[in-house]
């Protein structure tokens, strides 16, 4: 019996207000479980928008959005805060880890509304595999080189062994030696969690490392010049 695909969507329509124009509009899509997709588009064209309509932080105004067989729409906020730190781990644009706390309690935010709870022992393990000393687990986020700080990102992301990984824009600032060495890495990660990607970037030349590629303008019906975010 085939597998639930990881992530479905139906008939998805979204504007920021009653009088906006829609951002969004998508028939039909579906993601199989462990994929690695590349989504491209330009700057602007509702990439960020579909993450975090996937990730339960925005609500459509129409459809479905179906993730690990759970329509998420059904939730409540609490419940799909709960259901994305359990199922998903995400990689921002800019890292966003809290530079006043040190490398273990940054990686330990994930775990915030997750029912997983992994131990110190994990977290040694994880940075080990991503390249980092254990010494590092008790410097401040702050004080850390750029690639460094991608690494614990990461760490963060999939310190809970989430079933999906969304990574938004998450090598925009970064030169192309950092930037490939870091997506090496991700991919090798989430191949050996079984994880589903999605990456997204309006750099086209990143499309070679992933399994398939969605250029966003041939799955959104909107018009580029209508969209926002």
Known sequence: MPSKPAISLNNIT?????????????????????????????????????????????????????????????????????????????????????????????????????????????????????????SLLSRKANQLSVGQQQRVAVARALFHKPEIIIADEPTSALDTETRDEFINLLLQQTKENKSTILFVSHDKSLSQYFDQTIDLQQLNKIEPSHHVI
């Open 14 to 134: 979204f504007r920021w207000s009653k009088n906006s124009p829609h951002t969004l509009d998508i028939e039909s899509w579906e993601v199989n479980t462990g994929q690695s997709i590349f989504i491209y588009g330009r700057s602007g064209s509702g990439k960020s928008t579909l993450l975090n309509i996937i990730a339960g932080i925005l609500e459509p105004r129409h459809g479905t959005v179906t993730i690990l067989g759970q329509n998420i729409n059904q939730l409540k906020q609490t419940q799909k805060d709960k259901f994305r730190a359990n199922h998903m781990g995400v990689i921002f644009q800019q890292f966003n880890l809290i530079p006043y706390l040190s490398v273990r309690e940054n990686i330990q935010l994930s775990q915030i509304f997750s029912t997983t709870q992994n131990t110190t022992k994990d977290i040694k393990l994880l940075i080990n595999q991503l390249g980092l000393p254990a």
